[in-house]
């Protein structure tokens, strides 16, 4: 079946580094691919999305490329802020009823 | 425009009671999905509803738990009886459901605490 496999955390960066966190997915078909951001004791949100090869998602200095080729949808951050800290979740939609297929999630932790 | 609201935040129950968790998607959403979410793990899909109906219910565990999504009203994550292995975060999460507008945008999630 479809699933989503996400470099394993904690990752602890110092303020101003770059970030990569990496995401590779398994999947029939053409899914959408999306990276969440969930901060402690919250829901949720939609940090961006790609829906096709070749696209690039963006949002707060974030980005991720759909490559088809590499099976790969890896997060970008060219300086990170310790407001970032958080878990990122890599996701795919699956099938004909969008459910989402998510990875186990990366934590970040940025120190000043 | 508010978003996916979910109630209540936090929810304890002794073993074999019954958890009510309810969730309203945001305004002009009429696709609703759940997702658990075990502690230190990634989200598992449960159920996914429409109005009055269940389309895919192939993450739901087999007993004991059961979601409705009315004609009026929130959506409803129904456990019934309770064990510890059910304590975790439920999350909803609704959609347009039109194509391409699938995204799923999540609420705050409900934390089930199992005594």
């Known amino acids: 079946g479809d699933s989503v496999t996400q470099m394993e955390g904690p990752v602890t960066l110092s303020e101003e580094a770059c970030l990569t966190i990496?995401?590779?997915?398994?999947?029939?078909?053409?899914?959408?691919l999306f990276w969440y951001v969930q901060y402690p004791g919250e829901g949720l949100q939609l940090l961006l999305k790609?829906?096709?090869?070749?696209d690039k998602g963006s949002n707060k200095g974030f980005e991720a490329t759909y490559r088809k080729e590499t099976t790969s949808f890896h997060l970008e951050k060219g300086s990170v802020q310790v407001s970032d800290s958080a878990v990122y979740f890599c996701a795919l939609s699956s099938g004909g009823y969008n459910k989402l297929i998510f990875g186990a999630g990366t934590r970040l932790a940025v120190h000043p | 425009n508010a978003g996916v609201m979910q109630n209540p935040r936090h929810l304890v129950r002794r073993r074999g009671q019954e958890a009510r968790l309810r969730c309203s998607p945001m305004k002009g959403h009429s696709h609703v999905y759940w997702y658990r979410q075990l502690p230190e793990e990634g989200l598992k899909f449960m159920v996914y509803l429409q109005k009055e109906n269940i389309i895919d219910e192939s993450g739901m565990p087999k007993e004991r738990f059961s979601a409705e999504f009315p004609k009026e009203g929130p959506s409803i994550l129904r456990i019934q009886q309770v064990v510890r292995g059910d304590s975790a975060a439920y999350f909803c999460a609704s959609s347009l459901g039109l194509a391409g507008q699938e995204t799923q945008y999540f609420g705050p999630g409900t934390r089930l605490l199992v005594l």
């Open positions: 990496n995401c590779t997915y398994t999947a029939t078909g053409y899914p959408s």
């Open positions: 790609a829906t096709k090869a070749d």
